[in-house]
């Protein structure tokens, strides 16, 4: 007897599962029908699951060398400010080679004319101090938030302007200093 309300009680899961699983199916097939398709997402028209056929837009990169560009606004107060001068030969950045640390470092910057990297770039936010004359980890991979400009034609329009508190604040950063501005 017991045997039989076992097998009983079995039966009943199973169907249950069956019919649950028919439910999902069809409803997953009704969302399919209305759904945007993978190559649908986003403004590269072309699948997001395949990086390898991005069409990439016809561009240009500045090829002027550090030491002759000119440097591009900030997009806003404290943006990265965008890479006035070419990188190429620079890039990939690895562990044992940051060339655009032999002349953003804070020791060197004045003497090449190039811009010192912030204080932001020498704190360890996590830990919650200074990392010294070293740069913090967390600033190490550069073009993660830095990038030279293309003169790519915009692929949507775009209406942002910034608002700068000070005509300074256009080409320096003082995040350091405004981090907390607001919160206390
Ligand atoms: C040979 C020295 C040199 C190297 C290497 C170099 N830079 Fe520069 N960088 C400069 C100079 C000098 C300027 C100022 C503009 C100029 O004179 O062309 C500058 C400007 C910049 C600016 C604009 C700063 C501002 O205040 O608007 C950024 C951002 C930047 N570089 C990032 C990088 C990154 C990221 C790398 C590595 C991929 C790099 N640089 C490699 C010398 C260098
Ligand atoms: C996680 C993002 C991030 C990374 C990584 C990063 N930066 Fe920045 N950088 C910023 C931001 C945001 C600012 C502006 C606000 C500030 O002061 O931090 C900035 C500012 C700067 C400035 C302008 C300083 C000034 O006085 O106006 C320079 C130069 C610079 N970074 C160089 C570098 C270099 C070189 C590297 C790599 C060694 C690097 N950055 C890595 C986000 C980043």
């Not at 395949?50 to 943006?79: H, K, Y």
């Not at 006035?84 to 060197?108: F, G, V, W």
Request: include cysteine.
């Amino acid at each position: 007897m017991k045997k039989k309300i076992i097998m009983l009680a079995c039966a009943c899961a199973l169907t249950f599962i069956a019919c649950q699983d028919k439910k999902e199916n069809t409803s997953s097939k009704e969302n399919t029908s209305s759904a945007v398709s993978s190559d649908e997402i986003g403004i590269r028209k072309t699948s997001v699951e395949n990086e390898n056929n991005v069409v990439l837009p016809d561009a240009n990169f500045t090829s002027l060398q550090p030491g002759e560009s000119n440097l591009i606004e900030r997009s806003f107060e404290n943006a990265p400010p965008l890479i006035s001068h070419s990188i190429e030969d620079m890039l990939p950045i690895t562990r044992e080679n940051n060339i655009c640390l032999s002349c953003h470092d804070k020791a060197i910057a004045a003497d090449v004319g190039a811009t010192a990297m912030p204080m932001t770039h020498y704190f360890d936010f996590q830990a919650g101090k200074a990392t010294g004359d070293e740069v913090s980890n967390e600033r190490f991979n550069c073009t993660q938030c830095h990038v030279p400009q293309s003169d790519a034609k915009p692929l949507v329009g775009n209406t942002f302007k910034p608002e700068f508190k000070s005509e300074e604040a256009k080409k320096r950063s003082n995040l350091i200093d405004a981090l907390n501005e607001g919160v206390k």
